[in-house]
């Protein structure tokens, strides 16, 4: 391969795999250090390559750091590969001695340090000087080494082995490191397929888990399916980055409000709070400072057109959109709407609103098993209970998040009872009804039978008088 096919090959995996040029180069290098201690390195040779993209040409080192020359008896047991052996006897020796005499000196006095030395990655001071006459400790010398030839065929296997593997944990590492900063965004998905009840969301560059806790339960996820989903968490594991995200998810409402509203996503215009159940209806809060912009009008648009591209987006969920308020009281009413509020009272100890509304209103404030008053308390923090005018009372509770209907107003039992009570009986006189019918069908059939029996008996005997 000529030198430009090797530019353009290097080129082309930057642009595919996404990762920086050097950090392909730095994997050729690390390939082509393996590939030449595969069949021309020597065991204490620490082998470096630097590569040239611009002309082809490598150079081979060994590169080791300089240290203090080693005392002549452990030179010698060093030589004599015998080093581990005089330490661990050193150890066990230690160990004899009378342990009252040890407890008295301190820890750094007991442990007696013993000098390590790697030829490979290390190398006298006396030694460097003999390379390098103005050596130094901790200085780094560079021993140029000469390729006696080309490459075997086992080396360029290693090579290659070494660029796979260092490219794939590269491309790892620049996925993570991407994503982890696109954290709480979002972004546009493609389902890729569904594995169970896991749906895998194709990003582009990987795929990420929708899990089935993040989804909305109506929605239908079909491979193909373009959805914006939102970055709940990206954790690197031994498979890779592991990217989670979320259409359930309260923050996902507000991201869809700050793309689609300019007066949100500049700042103008502030979301305070969000409840939410996933693929039915949410409750947002907003809020300006500016007494000439409206808070709630910006984010519906003109003519719905804002909140209808944001319900599009939802697949159909209800957003309704609540005026912010400091008092809490105008808050609480504001968070019950539609419903008309007559009076709330407050008991600011145990965070217990009580709202007061007409009978025709009652239902409207409760919502469909519960979800009104549900949304209104999670939107503003306080326990809320609705009474009408009458002293009907129902009280939002949070084990009826489960979609389970409220209570019954009082009186409504009796007329359930009494409207039983009266489909039995009806279908009591239906039985009777049929009872009559079968009983007179069954006296017909039996009343043929014997008039048939009777002319049969008659025509016999006549008979018998003619013969």
Partial sequence: MDQQSIAEA???ICEEKGVPLEAVIATIEAALAAAYRKDFGEKNQNIKVEFDLNTGKIKVFDVKTVVEDLPPELLEMLNQEKTE??????????????ASALADKPASENEEEVRRFNPKIELQLKDALAIKKDAVVGEEIKTALEMPG????????????VIIQKLRETERETIFQEFKQREGEILVGTVQRREGNLVLIDLGRTTALLPPEEQIRNENYTPGGHFKVYILSVNQTTKGPEIIVSRSHPEIVKKLFALEIPEIASGVVQVKAISREAGSRTKIAVATDQEN??????????????IQTIISELKGEKVDIIKYSEDPTEFIANALSP?????????EQNKIATAQVTEDQLSLAIGKAGQNVRLAAKL?????????????????????????????VVGEDKKEDKKEEELKQDEAKKNEGKDEEKNQVTEEKTAEKKTKKEKKTKTKKEKEVES
């Fill in 380 to 408: 503003t923090g306080w326990k809320i209970d609705i009474i009408s005018t009458d002293g009907k009372k129902v009280e939002e509770d949070e084990a009826k998040a489960d979609g389970q209907a409220a209570e019954p």
């Fill in 150 to 161: 080309d490459f075997g065929r086992m080396a360029a296997q290693t090579a290659k082995q």
């Fill in 10 to 12: 290097v080129k082309q």
């Fill in 85 to 98: 052996e005089i330490a661990v006897k050193k150890k066990e020796e230690k160990s004899e001695k009378d």
């Fill in 293 to 306: 912009i409206d808070p709630i009008g910006s984010c519906i648009g003109q003519r719905g057109a804002r």
């Fill in 339 to 347: 419903a008309k509020i007559i009076n709330i009272k407050l008991d």
